[in-house]
């Protein structure tokens, strides 16, 4: 029975390695405004101003998660009506004519945040309403409002605390809804909600340290309050000289963040994240770049060997091994995929079992083996 | 090579084959775009845009779709619906000004925020589940809060009193539900054109939000096609109604003011959706019929009623209609194309004034009392002009004259409705509930379980003043979890809905129009209905900072007064001073002591002797300990050891 545990871990551990190398498929974006209140403008402004951006750069409408806590853009006070803007200039209504957002008003709440991010909706709850990512998504969490030493306050009534956050991250890594995870916080003390984290392949930009607040960057006096954040206004300032076909690496966006122009410290937590910044295109979480892979023909994409070389350099390290069989029958191996693909565990063990032929002595083996059975059989007696 | 062309040869024909599916199913479709545009007395002006899209009844195995949207269609497959409403209001319907009795208003005048109605076509025990599933389905598709509507403390099913009688209707609002451009956005989408072209373009959203009254409305209804194996046929029917006050320049306050399309929304029409089957324009001027004479039959008559010394139409109208009180511009919009855009103006020459037909009563709605504790509810029906003018139409069997009202309201649970309570004043006399009261139906409602709802029929003599009913209620207390972020801004009762069902209202065209789906639905009579307003009423808010002060506070207190009192009980004032005596006596007595030895140790005998032997022992103690304690878990784990191996 140990020794099946024992080797049921190896497995996880080889899955896990193998998880790692899946191929980044989708963006999704999770906007977030958590407050209420017409004199919170600028929050709902920050938060309308990034849907923008990572719609201009191609995340498509289904793969934003658009939450906004009040209604600004129709609201009595609001001398624009149906318009929101990020400057007192007006040249830009945020709000369009095809904003979607998904949760509004009352629906905004730590519970309803933390459903979405784990994905544990009822039954009834709409597609549209729910973050449908898979192990090869790129996912971009962006939450603005009031904050504080390890918590953001949601409507003014309840609080997300750092740890919410980190279990919630957790909870995806385990259940690879992302490949790789950036959130960005507008708040004050913004980098404490970072604190518990410990999920790999995050990555986390806060706009303030602790003990700094996060300020507004100027008033309209048309619109009667601070329009915009500091952080957020300089993020977009970065990203308005963008295309969707520019090379900008994130650490040019974290580099931009001039401490003097914000007024407080922008953060970044990076010992979680593996990727050299330098070489990661901000595109990867603010936009909807994917890699092509070529294929000569169309249904025979595996057939020539080139392209199959090409494609299982990118494959999951689990496939490597299927590279002789590949060629000797195609659809019969696409159905093998999907089959193993959707039952991890024995695509775990076929692994294992591969990666068993592969070794050369084989005596070695078996012999640490008996001997690690024996230490496991010594320590479990001597317990009992 | 020939191997391909092989494999085309059947694609070709499976090709036409699909294409003639598709051309025949299209010919069912049927979708026509309308707008009607009516001056109001009070200087404002109302847009109404009508959009209908009609698919036709279809075989069990699905339908293909060309215009009519594929996400309504599955969403009446999914649920059974047979009849359904949603409209998404801002703003109050002004009955006085903008007319009560005519099929523009009862239709479209609707309460503020979110109102929906569904009428399913599944086993009564199933229904429930099926409205709450609907209302997740609507809140995806609308981006709108509707799924508050699925806990049973937010709806009912009312019987009669909402118009329509099924037990398979329920009915939920949301008064505060906000309305803006994500609403319309998903309601123009369903649209084939969109807001690309057509008169869907007008929607510009600052003009239309910038209104005095904005109500959307998607309206839905299955027509059984009574064939055997052919499912049912769909109407879907979208109304955008708009109030919007135009720009003026003039100074003088009793001229109407002039306006066009392009003031009122800022764009021109630039041609009809090609996909529309009917793409036409309304403008209805109402008591226009003193003016002019009756007979409309030369084309001299005709030019004298679009451009005359009352007013101007920047446009020739297609046909002229009259209807019993007001006249019918019609425009169609197929001409128009890029060069030549069709924008409709209307400029006065004259000062004009005419009123807008009402309804029987006019009813409001206001709380009495005052405290966090309980109050009251009042709905006040009061006559209204009109009201002579259709005396003497509802004779009863015994020859008085009647007005009906129903009057449907729904009560949150916390918003404890005594019935018992109910008083009905007709002309400032208390009525007893046998005179005037016809017909009552009352669902209590049950803490945090279900809302109450209060259905009743009025009958009321037709030389009514005015009646009022009022009732009594307590004010529920709410877990703390359950209080909104906003709870101080206190917490909403939706409309109460008032019918006249001896009263309907239609339009009366003297032609036969049976092109137009909208002329047509003003043709048919409507149940003439009012909504009331919403009611604010706070509710006694959570401190949550209060436990804590309390807690505090009382803690605080508790400690002061306990240890005063212990203070004063046990204190004896003697006793401590003689106690304090004796123990600075010892004190000084023990020092003395203690300088004397070691005055002696010093001379005497060497310091170290006994500090230096005291550890050793203490050592020897120690390490004995130890190892006593080793032995005892050593044989103790023996023991255990023995023993589970034993087993």
Request: with cysteine.
């Amino acid at each position: 029975m140990k020794v099946l545990t024992l080797v049921m871990l190896l497995c996880y551990s080889f899955a896990f390695s193998s998880g790692d190398t899946t191929i980044h498929t989708n963006n999704w974006a999770v906007l977030v405004c958590t407050s209420r209140f017409w004199f919170n403008y600028r929050h709902m402004a920050n938060t309308l101003s990034l849907y923008r951006t990572v719609k201009r750069l191609g995340i498509p409408d289904e793969r934003i998660i658009l939450m906004l806590a009040d209604d600004m853009a129709c609201n009595a006070r609001n001398e624009y009506p149906a318009q929101v803007f990020n400057n007192e200039n007006h040249k830009l209504n945020l709000y369009g004519d095809n904003v979607e957002v998904d949760y509004r008003g009352y629906e905004v709440t730590v519970e309803n945040f933390l459903r979405v991010l784990t994905g544990r909706h009822e039954n009834a709850v709409p597609r549209s309403k729910r973050l449908l990512s898979d192990e090869g998504s790129h996912i971009l969490l962006y939450m603005t409002g009031h904050g504080g030493d390890e918590f953001l306050k949601f409507q003014d009534a309840e609080e997300l605390q750092s740890h919410d956050l980190a279990d919630a991250v957790k909870q995806m890594k385990e259940k690879r809804r992302f490949k790789e995870l950036m959130i960005m916080v507008d708040t004050c003390q913004a980098a404490t909600l970072f604190n518990q984290l410990q999920s790999p392949d995050v990555l986390a930009i806060g706009s303030s340290l602790k003990g700094e607040n996060s300020y507004s960057h100027h008033l309209d006096s048309d619109v009667g309050v601070s329009v915009v954040d500091r952080f957020t206004y300089y993020t977009l300032a970065f990203f308005e000289r963008l295309n969707i076909y520019d090379n900008a690496s994130l650490n040019s966006l974290f580099r931009s963040y001039d401490p003097k122009l914000l007024m407080s410290t922008a953060y970044y937590r990076t010992d979680l994240y593996q990727p050299h910044l330098a070489e990661v295109p901000v595109t990867n979480f603010f936009g909807s770049v994917m890699e092509t892979l070529h294929t000569d023909s169309v249904y025979k994409a595996f057939s020539s060997k080139t392209s199959n070389n090409k494609i299982n350099s990118e494959m999951p390290l689990n496939q490597l091994s299927e590279h002789d069989e590949l060629q000797k029958a195609n659809i019969q191996n696409d159905e093998l995929k999907t089959e193993k693909q959707k039952c991890p565990y024995t695509q775990m063990r076929v692994d294992l079992h591969k990666k068993l032929e592969k070794l050369e002595n084989v005596d070695t083996v078996v012999n640490l083996g008996i001997a690690v059975m024996l230490l496991v059989v010594m320590v479990s007696s001597s317990l009992l | 090579m020939a191997c391909l062309v092989r494999s085309w040869i059947p694609l070709l024909f499976l090709q036409s084959f699909l294409v003639a599916i598709a051309f025949g199913s299209n010919e069912g479709e049927e979708f026509s775009e309308e707008l009607l545009l009516k001056p109001l007395p009070d200087r404002k002006v109302l847009a109404h845009f009508h959009f209908e899209n009609r698919a036709p009844p279809s075989n069990s195995h699905g339908r293909n779709h060309h215009l009519f949207p594929k996400a309504i269609s599955q969403l009446v497959q999914k649920f059974r619906v047979k009849e359904m409403e949603l409209s998404f209001t801002q703003g109050r319907w002004n009955h006085e000004h903008w007319g009560g009795f005519d099929p523009l208003s009862s239709m479209n005048a609707k309460p503020v925020g979110v109102e929906l109605w569904a009428v399913f076509d599944v086993p009564q025990s199933q229904v429930d589940i099926s409205w709450k599933n609907l209302t997740h389905a609507l809140s995806g598709l609308f981006c709108a809060s509707i799924n508050f509507l699925e806990s049973s403390t937010s709806y009912a099913a009312p019987t009669w009193g909402f118009g329509t009688n099924s037990d398979k209707l329920r009915y939920g609002s949301l008064p505060r539900e906000a309305v803006c451009t994500e609403n319309l956005t998903p309601w123009l989408k369903l649209l084939p054109c969109r807001d690309k072209d057509g008169i869907s373009a007008l929607m510009n959203r600052p003009s239309v939000y910038r209104g005095f009254y904005h109500s959307q409305r998607l309206h839905l209804s299955t027509v059984e096609s009574g064939q055997e194996g052919l499912g049912s046929g769909i109407v879907l029917e979208q109304t955008l109604t708009v109030v919007i006050q135009p720009e003026t320049t003039s100074v003088e306050t009793n001229m109407q003011p002039s306006w066009s399309l392009s003031s009122l929304f800022g764009r021109k029409v630039v041609g009809s959706c090609v996909l529309a089957k009917s793409s036409n324009v309304y403008l209805q001027l109402e008591g226009r019929l003193g003016h002019e004479s009756k007979n409309v039959d030369t084309e001299i008559e005709a030019h004298k009623l679009w451009m005359n010394s009352d007013f101007d139409l920047s446009l020739k109208p297609d046909r002229v209609i009259r209807e019993s009180s007001s006249l019918l511009f019609i425009f169609d919009i197929d001409k128009s194309s890029d060069s030549e855009p069709f924008d409709l103006g209307l400029t006065w020459k004259l000062p004009s004034k005419w009123s807008c037909e009402q309804a029987p009563l006019h009813a409001s709605r206001f709380l009495m009392g005052s405290g966090n504790e309980r109050g009251a509810i009042a709905i006040l029906l009061k006559a209204t002009e009109s009201q002579e003018k259709l005396s003497g139409r509802n004779l009863t069997t015994d020859g008085r004259c009647t007005i009906k009202a129903n009057i449907f309201q729904i009560f949150p649970w916390y918003i404890k409705v005594y019935y018992h309570t109910l008083q009905i004043f007709v002309d400032q006399q208390q009525k007893t509930d046998s005179e005037v009261l016809k017909k009552i139906n009352v669902s209590p409602s049950t803490d945090k379980v279900s809302s109450g709802m209060l259905e009743m029929m009025l009958e009321l003599p037709c030389e009514v003043k005015s009646a009022a009913i009022s009732i009594e209620y307590d004010k529920g207390f709410l877990h703390i979890d359950e209080y909104p972020p906003d709870a101080n801004q206190g917490f909403d009762i939706p409309s109460a809905l008032i019918s006249f069902p001896s009263h309907h209202a239609s339009l009366d065209f003297q032609e036969e129009l049976s092109k137009s789906p909208l002329l047509s639905s003003f043709k048919e009579k409507s149940l003439v209905r009012s909504y009331t307003e919403v009611l604010l009423v706070p509710l006694t808010t959570p401190d949550f900072s209060m436990p804590y002060n309390v807690i505090t506070i009382t803690c605080t207190i508790f400690a002061l007064y306990f240890g005063s009192l212990l203070n004063v009980l046990r204190r004896r004032i003697g006793e401590e001073e003689r106690f304090l005596k004796s123990q600075a006596g010892k004190k000084r007595g023990g020092l003395k002591q203690l300088l004397s030895r070691l005055t002696a140790k010093i001379r005497g005998r060497p310091i170290e002797a006994p500090s230096s032997e005291s550890p050793a022992a203490e050592s020897s103690f120690l390490s004995s300990k130890l190892i006593f304690k080793i032995i005892l878990v050593a044989g103790a784990a023996a023991a255990w050891q023995y023993f589970s191996t034993d087993k």
